[in-house]
């Protein structure tokens, strides 16, 4: 067994995009998620795959893993039961409708999770000797969560708040952290799986025709498009934050699950449009999360500090960037895989933290499979239509094809973990055709209302963006928005939302030196300020993983021209 710096930890969470990590002493090395070898978007089946490629990548075998941890779900935690029983009183008193479904929310919780438990043990009985099984580390839900920002953040201490739908009977939280401390995380508060903030914006998507767990970022969009006071009356009714508690209200206007719509619900809903429904959820669940944390700071007299975010409802942007501008709070840190499949980093990371295992920071999330064409010759036999050149000046060659006004997928080294491309397995073009927002999203069928998100420079950023900072670690991942500079907005309106703010990658010479070079060259060129960078991914398919896939999307349309590395390929057919 490797010991000290090469002792590796596992970590599995197995529900709503399964994912596997590896931890190479106290640094996260890899870690990937199910949907991408499946091809099923969100998959939530056993993540065998996640762990295939972490073993193999790092060439070593699962017996000789010690340490293995897992989060997706470890049941009712007793330090719950005060919170439930208070919960369960006020719902007696406010009559049967709300009892019976307070009931309903914990006993399909507990079945569906016994199912998920189920499995893991399963694969652990069947895969794992008795010293490993003896040594494996389980965790509750939004305890992950919350280590995961924790410990992956650049921060020695602050306040994480996590929040999603549910998990484990709860549905937000928030701690107190101190990476010195022996026990590092301190809850000073969650809210039950029937309060749920997470719920709460799902159910405004599934009500506005979307998919609710899947399509929370077109409601995001829409919002910037809507009056939010029109309709922030339902949003209230439905749910809200009274001295420090996240209270839902629970009845005909909200049910702690994506189903079931009253139809008085409904009824009401359409009385509005989609834009001031959507604005009025945004602003109301922006309200909330501020609310529920300024009570608390006040309430425990804290001083400005650090904030780390995780969990589902992190994935909207407007949200964090409501957050990062409380008084209360200095710097903010984003989970990058900010979902349930990020349990598997919080897990490992708790396991690493009992053992006084020193967490170093993230610095990136290029930890999945590489891509590279090193034969280049079985690729031209196998894609006889497509043309293969290796180049060495890449800069220059992107650049003319941009000015050219061709859509590039950039194809180079490991994939991403999480929702975002942050170009390595990025669509990008130029940022002063706003209409590509229609033309691209019906190349890969996408229905979207946010624009495209742009990568900039951080010498660029402090006049394309009000306010910017450097080493703000939420544009080193895309998980806030940003007010956009007017010149920014004139310059680039293809990544700039109605609102005018925009979602910006942000990158630094030291750590991406050639698209970096690739950016400065464009600005001189175009006079433009960013470039475009969206997944290289159809609508509803997971992002691309390997070069079968990139070059499959060439051959669609879906792009114009593919880098894979330093091989540029195009068709035959649009050669001149």
């Not at 990025?426 to 033309?439: A, E």
Request: proline share 3%; net charge positive.
């Amino acid at each position: 067994m490797n010991k000290n710096k090469n002792l590796y930890t596992l970590g599995i969470c197995n529900d709503e995009t399964a994912s596997a990590c590896l931890f190479q002493g106290g640094k996260l090395v890899g870690a990937a998620s199910e949907e991408r070898f499946s091809r099923i978007k969100y998959d939530n089946n056993f993540p065998n795959q996640s762990i295939n490629f972490l073993l193999k990548n790092f060439n070593i075998k699962l017996k000789n893993i010690n340490h293995i941890a897992y989060s997706w779900v470890k049941g009712f935690d007793p330090k719950l039961k005060l919170k439930y029983k208070k919960r369960l009183d006020e719902c007696k008193k406010s009559g049967k409708k709300s009892l019976k479904i307070f009931k309903e929310r914990i006993n399909s919780e507990y079945k569906q999770d016994e199912l998920k438990k189920k499995e893991f043990n399963k694969w652990a009985k069947n895969n794992l000797s008795k010293n490993q099984i003896k040594l494996l580390k389980k965790f509750y839900h939004h305890e992950s969560h919350a280590a995961s920002a924790a410990y992956l953040s650049p921060f020695k201490n602050g306040l994480v708040l996590t929040s999603d739908a549910r998990g484990d009977y709860e549905s937000l939280s928030i701690w107190q952290f101190d990476r010195k401390k022996s026990n590092g995380l301190k809850k000073i508060y969650s809210s039950t799986s029937s309060d749920s903030l997470g719920f709460f914006y799902g159910r405004i998507t599934g009500l506005l025709g979307f998919k609710p767990m899947k399509h929370e970022g077109k409601i995001t969009g829409l919002a910037a498009h809507g009056n939010p006071l029109k309709a922030m009356k339902i949003m209230k009714s439905m749910i809200t934050v009274k001295k420090g508690e996240i209270i839902a209200s629970l009845g005909d206007f909200y049910r702690p699950f994506f189903t079931n719509y009253n139809k008085k619900l409904v009824k009401r809903i359409k009385k509005f449009s989609r834009e001031d429904i959507a604005a009025a959820a945004q602003k109301h669940l922006e309200w909330c999360l501020c609310e529920i944390l300024k009570f608390h700071v006040k309430r425990l007299k804290l001083k400005p500090m650090p904030l780390m975010l995780a969990g589902g409802t992190f994935g909207n942007v407007k949200a964090t960037q409501a957050l990062k501008n409380l008084k209360c709070i200095t710097k903010v840190f984003v989970q990058p895989q900010m979902g349930d499949g990020g349990l598997c980093l919080g897990a490992a990371a708790l396991s690493l933290h009992i053992r006084r295992k020193n967490i170093l920071p993230l610095k990136n999330v290029y930890l999945g499979p590489s891509v590279a064409i090193k034969n280049i010759k079985l690729f031209k036999k196998k894609y006889s239509n497509l043309f293969f050149k290796k180049i060495s000046n890449i800069k220059d060659y992107i650049v003319k094809d941009l000015v050219d006004n061709q859509v590039i997928g950039f194809v180079r080294d490991k994939m991403e973990f999480g929702p975002r491309a942050l170009c390595n397995r990025s669509i990008i073009y130029k940022t002063s055709d706003k209409s590509i927002n229609d033309w691209l999203n019906k190349r890969m069928r996408r229905t979207e209302f946010m624009p495209f998100a742009p990568v900039v420079r951080n010498n660029t950023a402090k006049k394309a963006f009000i306010k910017y900072q450097n080493n703000d670690p939420t544009f080193n991942f895309m998980t806030s928005t940003i007010d956009c500079s007017k010149e920014f907005e004139k310059k680039c309106p293809a990544v700039t939302h109605v609102d005018l703010t925009a979602r910006p990658q942000i990158i630094y010479k030291k750590d991406d030196p050639l698209l970096w070079n690739i950016l400065r060259e464009w600005e001189k060129t175009s006079g433009e300020m960013a470039l475009v960078n969206t997944s290289f991914n159809a609508h509803e398919q997971p992002i691309i993983c390997n070069e079968t896939q990139s070059i499959n999307a060439l051959k669609s349309g879906m792009i114009d021209v593919l880098y894979i590395k330093d091989i540029r390929i195009v068709k035959k057919s649009s050669i001149i």
